[in-house]
């Protein structure tokens, strides 16, 4: 792969498994400074063995952060700024989802699930562009790509929090987009359908192959990324193209 990230510093949220992961490899090996995080300590762990064993001369980092916490996120964004200095991407792709009528929905599952999906883009969001926009930015553009979902735009029984917070997230998206797009900020939002990563348990392997695959997300984001200065992808709806017939 040519080093089409060479020089360039990232910040992969939710990024210990499933897309976050992919992304993160795929960023590592475009030529990226990463730092990775995770809620927990021993999937984040394993994530930053598993990608410096690929890439032993890469420039990794790791932090424990949940993004639904603002002081956590306020961390995260120190951390970076002691170990990677200035940040020209984030990745907003930590995510929750609990799946169930609204009826049977606990205040507790809401609350995660809005403050993981929505509240914590806000929070990370915020927090890069304090530096994109600050006293001693880089020159040239900054990107935050946010891993929204086609349950966006597509409501389903059960769905109700998880809708909402990816509705929100879109609409969030593309005002941030229209705030900043002349601060050489560009903001582009990703809409998988379904991705083969196990999210909220559910099965991968041979009966998901008809899933997209989460490296297929982390390919899109650098086809993004590869875009001349001139012309933003602003938003990108995937789908698997060939699912079970109903």
Request: with cysteine; charged share 25%.
């Amino acid at each position: 792969m040519e080093q089409l990230l060479a020089g360039q510093r990232a910040i992969v949220t939710g990024g210990s498994r499933g897309i976050g992961f992919e992304i993160a490899r795929a960023m590592v090996e475009a030529g990226a400074e990463v730092l990775v995080c995770g809620r927990s300590r021993d999937a984040l762990e394993a994530a930053h063995r598993a990608l410096r064993a690929g890439y032993p001369e890469a420039r990794l980092h790791s932090a424990v952060a949940d993004v639904s916490s603002p002081t956590q996120v306020e961390a995260l964004f120190r951390y970076a700024d002691e170990h990677m200095g200035a940040l020209d991407i984030l990745v907003n792709n930590a995510g929750s989802g609990v799946f169930r009528p609204v009826a049977e929905l606990s205040v507790e599952e809401w609350d995660t699930m809005i403050g993981t999906n929505l509240s914590g883009t806000f929070y990370c969001s915020r927090e890069a562009l304090q530096r994109f926009l600050g006293p001693g930015r880089r020159s040239g553009p900054k990107w935050i790509v946010n891993i929204s979902s086609l349950a966006a735009k597509n409501p389903f029984a059960g769905g109700a929090a998880y809708n909402a917070s990816k509705f929100g997230l879109n609409g969030f998206s593309e005002a941030l987009m229209l705030d900043h797009r002349h601060e050489e900020v560009r903001v582009t939002t990703i809409m998988p359908g379904s991705v083969d990563t196990g999210f909220n348990g559910h099965e991968t392997g041979q009966k998901s192959a008809w899933k997209i695959a989460p490296e297929d997300i982390a390919e899109i984001l650098l086809d993004i990324l590869r875009m001349p200065e001139r012309t933003l992808i602003s938003r990108v709806e995937v789908r698997p193209s060939r699912p079970p017939k109903k």
